[in-house]
């Protein structure tokens, strides 16, 4: 019995230590794809005429807070589910923001693609936190 225990302890310690080895790396492949996404894009703004420095400024701070969020998805503790969601989640919603910047007009004043972009972004921002509250709940024991 006591050899079947420490079997089951030595499984688990294995298993924890192979998933920080996953998140430590995932934790890079966010911030290394962030970094040259937002290189490209300030590449592009410089070689490009027409893509203006208004939607420069947009795209990259898309890049940004999608990354951050993505970061902060993958760092925080939440269900695996909850986890896999909102990663798809956040890369659709900043491809879709991303294109939004690219096509709004040149100027941060009466720009309704900004502001659908600001909006997308704060249920984005909202969709993690509720998220995160539920987990902690949860991993708490507490009841909603």
């Not at 079947?4 to 998933?19: E, G, T, V």
């Not at 491809?95 to 972004?121: K, M, Q």
Request: charged fraction near 15%.
């Amino acid at each position: 019995m006591s050899s079947n225990n420490s079997l089951n302890k030595m499984m688990i310690a294995h298993h924890r230590y192979q998933r920080i080895k996953t998140l430590k790396r995932m934790k890079k492949i966010i911030l290394l794809s962030c970094a040259i996404l937002l290189v490209a894009n300030l590449l592009f703004g410089a070689l490009i005429s027409f893509y203006g420095w208004c939607n420069v400024a947009m795209s990259s701070a898309v890049i940004l807070v999608t990354g951050m969020l993505l970061y902060l998805t993958d760092t925080i503790y939440l269900k695996e589910a909850f986890k896999v969601s909102l990663i798809v989640m956040f890369v659709i919603a900043g491809a879709l923001e991303f294109v939004f910047s690219l096509i709004a007009p040149n100027r941060f004043t009466d720009n309704w693609w900004l502001i659908l972009v600001i909006f997308l972004l704060a249920v984005e921002v909202i969709t993690l936190i509720i998220t995160n509250t539920i987990s902690k709940k949860e991993w708490h024991g507490k009841n909603i």
